[in-house]
Structure formats: C-alpha cells, structure tokens
C-alpha cells in the first residue's frame, strides 16, 4: 500500500501536504504554514494527525504549527541543525537517517542552499519527495544562507531520485519559475509544452504542484546547469557546472 497525498493550499502562495495511511487513518503534514486550511482538510479526509514533518525554519513553513487540531500531541521531526530556530522537536534528523511515518520509511536529504539546515524527506515507497523551497516547479529557492555550491549540490542530489518522483514543493510560484525558464531556453519545446499547461491550469484556478522529477529534469533550468543545451542557450557552453548554476540564479535574482 502507498500513501495517500492531499495538497492544501496556505497563505498567498504556500502548500502543505498531508499524507495518510488509508489502513489505519493515520496521517502526518508536511510544514504548517497557516493552521485552519490544514485542519480543515485533516476534517474533511477523516484523518487522525501525529505527525508533523518541518522542512526549513521561515515563518512560512512553521507558523500554523500550534493553531493545528490536537498540536500539544504531535510528534515534530525537523532537522538537528536547524533545532534552535524551528518549534521544538520531538525528533531531530540529519541526512542519512530514515525516520518511521504512517506505516512507511523516509529517508532525510541536507538539500541546503536556500537556507542552510533545510532537508527534504523522500517516501521512497509511495514516490514522494518533499522539498519545499530547494527544489521547486521550475525552478529552486532564492539563496538566503546558502552558496551557489550547496544549492547545485542539492539540486544534483534530488536529480538522481527515480524519474517517476513526485516532487512536492513549497509555493506557487510555477508561472513566474517558466516566464524566467524560457528567456534560457526559449526553443525547449518541453519547456514551451509545460508552460502552456501551465497557464491552462491557472486560468482554471489548479494548482500546478506537484510536478514530476522528469519532468523538471527536462525544463527546470536548475536541474539542467550541465547539460550541454542549456550551457549554450546561455552562452557558457565551455564553463563548469556550478558557474553555470551560479548564473542562472543571479540572473532570476534579478528577473
């Protein structure tokens, strides 16, 4: 059996996920940006909530924590190294651990870059990955803390997950992401198929997360920085991989 996945918008622009064992009504949220939305879709799915999952310590990830049904029993998992500035934790993880949730195992990634200390959790099993502001739809998180050498380190590292992975990020911001992808790359004709979807999906009011990791692979210019394509779209066609990367997130900086 593979878990359940719910996409419950927050705030402006944010997501969380619960995920939930069909079985046994047992569900877990992945970050708790505003706590009625969530309790709401905990409600309405019938789901018995232990567990809280925190990606990274901005407010937008953490604040609906203690607003959420039953929140004083609730098991809180967030990274070791990210402990002094996240709410407290019943479990500290770092990378490499595997942590026990609604009846299936997860792996903990260090995808590090937008802040530092941010991880991401991969349900292995089900085909999950939640990655909230590393790797997003078309694109990745602004640099907060971290170097343009984590974050593409990151990026690689959730690269190489199965193809079929359900890449669970953070925000909406997939229309802007695709606007910025195509001054790269602007003859990718996957790239230039995903964004007429998504602007169909908009216009319908749908959200456009989560998306596919093969499907990022072949448009999102933050997974792509060695690939010889992109590299001379954008006139670095003999440059490493990392002044690459480095580039195209100075030039969204500033998009």
């Not at 995920?19 to 046994?24: D, E, H, Q």
């Not at 925190?54 to 990274?79: C, E, K, P, Q, Y």
């Not at 991880?119 to 170097?147: N, P, Q, Y």
């Not at 669970?168 to 990718?188: I, K, Q, R, V």
Request: one cysteine or more; glycine letters at 8%.
């Amino acid at each position: 059996m593979t878990l359940t996945l719910t996409t419950v918008a927050c705030l402006a622009d944010n997501y969380a996920f619960i995920i939930g064992n069909s079985a046994t009504k047992e569900a877990a949220v992945i970050d708790a940006p505003e706590s009625a939305p969530i309790n709401a879709a905990i409600l309405a799915g019938g789901w018995r909530l232990t567990t809280v999952l925190l990606t990274h310590h901005h407010w937008d990830h953490i604040d609906g924590l203690d607003g959420l049904a039953n929140s004083a029993d609730l098991r809180v998992i967030g990274a070791a190294a990210d402990a002094h500035r996240l709410p407290a934790l019943n479990t500290t993880v770092a990378e490499g651990d595997t942590i026990h949730v609604c009846g299936e195992d997860a792996q903990i990634l260090d995808v590090s870059g937008h802040t530092v200390g941010h991880i991401a959790f991969h349900f292995a099993k089900s085909g999950f990955v939640f990655t909230a502001d590393s790797l997003m739809a078309l694109g990745c998180g602004r640099l907060f803390e971290g170097t343009p050498k984590q974050m593409w380190g990151s990026m690689q590292k959730l690269r190489a997950l199965p193809p079929e992975t359900i890449i669970c990020s953070g925000h909406e911001y997939t229309a802007t992401n695709a606007a910025f992808a195509l001054t790269l790359e602007p003859d990718n004709a996957d790239l230039r198929s995903r964004v007429e979807a998504i602007k169909a999906a908009r216009i319908n009011g749908e959200p456009t997360v989560p998306s596919i990791l093969a499907l990022e692979q072949q448009t999102n210019p933050f997974l792509r920085a060695d690939v010889p394509a992109l590299k001379h779209a954008i006139g670095m066609d003999t440059a490493d991989s990392t002044s690459v990367f480095t580039q195209i997130r100075a030039r969204k900086d500033r998009f």
